[in-house]
């Protein structure tokens, strides 16, 4: 097998892997906290607390189920069409796990919001009260803070290149 192939083994796996730990999670905190159980981890700062969110973060977009579900749709499609451009070698290896990550995070909740019509959340920062959330969403944050600082301090304009649709360098 060689590299291309072999790469693109690896990432489906990774992705396959990182979408059931948030579906499993999910379904943990359904049986463990459904009826209003709230669990402490870290008393004033953590707890596990469940929600059917029917919104996006902040309880913007109540209800936009649909058009939540499309934005992540479309998400998808960009994030797996821009992982295809991205060359091998060990240079871009953050910026293919990035997109994996990407990629879990809004598939995981597109998945609850297609079944569902809602996603689950269980992670509740009380400390500064900030809104519900769970593993994917974890994955999308992490991942754009992460593309972030490397876009800014590790990799150059010449090395992102192959972004551009004018027809960039795919060698290693």
């Known amino acids: 097998m060689n590299a291309e192939p072999r790469r693109m083994v690896k990432a489906a796996v990774l992705f396959l892997l990182l979408v059931a730990i948030d579906l499993w999670t999910k379904s943990i905190a359904v ?68 997109f994996i990550f990407l990629c879990a995070g809004a598939a995981g909740n597109l998945i609850d919001r297609v079944s569902l019509l809602y996603v689950r959340d269980f992670i509740y920062f009380s400390l500064i009260d900030f809104p519900v959330f769970n593993v994917a969403d974890i994955y999308v944050t992490c991942s754009v803070f992460c593309l972030a600082f490397f876009i800014l301090f590790y990799y150059k304009e010449e090395d992102l290149a192959f972004f551009s649709l004018s027809g960039g360098s795919r060698n290693e």
Request: net charge positive; hydrophobic share 45%.
């Open 31 to 98: 049986n463990t906290l459904k009826n209003g159980v709230h669990k402490e981890l870290i008393p004033g700062v953590l707890e596990f607390y469940y929600i059917q969110n029917r919104g996006a973060a902040f309880g913007i977009f109540q209800n936009g189920t649909l058009v939540l579900g499309l934005i992540s749709a479309v998400s998808l499609v960009v994030i797996s069409f821009l992982y295809l451009r991205i060359p091998g070698g060990k240079k871009y290896l953050p910026l293919r796990i990035i």
